[in-house]
C-alpha cells in the first residue's frame, strides 16, 4: 500500500494551497480517508475526515469553514483544498486510509508533505 501527497510548499499568510494524496495497493472506494498534520513540539492533529463514499465529511475546529476535503474514487485520491491561511496552519501534513471490518482495522500513512505559512 502507498499513500503519497503532493502539493506542499511555502505560502503567504491569507492564500491557498491543494494538497494531494494519490493512493495504490488498495481497495480505495472501501477507505474512509484522512488529512492529518503536525507541527513541531506539538501532536498530531485531524484536520479532515471523508467518508469512503464521500457523502460525509468532518473537520477539525481550527479549519473549519477554510479547509475542505474530497475525493475521486475514480482517480484512487484525496485531496484537502486550503484556503485564507494563517502562519498557525504551518506542519507536515499527512494522508490516512482507514477502515474496519468485525476482523481488524486496515490503517496507512503516508510520508507526509510540509506546508509552510509565512510572509
Known amino acids: 500500500v502507498q499513500l503519497v501527497e503532493s502539493g506542499g510548499g511555502l505560502v503567504q499568510p491569507g492564500g491557498s494551497l491543494r494538497l494531494s494524496c494519490a493512493s495504490s495497493?488498495?481497495?480505495?472506494?472501501?477507505?474512509?480517508m484522512s488529512w492529518f498534520r503536525q507541527a513541531p513540539g506539538k501532536e498530531r492533529e485531524l484536520v479532515a475526515v471523508?467518508?469512503?463514499?464521500?457523502?460525509?465529511?468532518n473537520y477539525g475546529d481550527s479549519v473549519k469553514g477554510r479547509f475542505s476535503i474530497s475525493r475521486d474514487n475514480a482517480k484512487n485520491t484525496v485531496y484537502l483544498q486550503m484556503n485564507s491561511l494563517k502562519p498557525e496552519d504551518t506542519a507536515v501534513y499527512f494522508c490516512?486510509?482507514?477502515?474496519?471490518?468485525?476482523?481488524?482495522?486496515?490503517?496507512?500513512w503516508g510520508q507526509g508533505t510540509q506546508v509552510t505559512v509565512s510572509s
Open positions: 495497493g488498495l481497495s480505495f472506494s472501501s477507505f474512509s
Open positions: 471523508i467518508s469512503s463514499g464521500g457523502s460525509s465529511t
Open positions: 490516512n486510509a482507514f477502515r474496519r471490518n468485525y476482523i481488524r482495522e486496515y490503517d496507512y
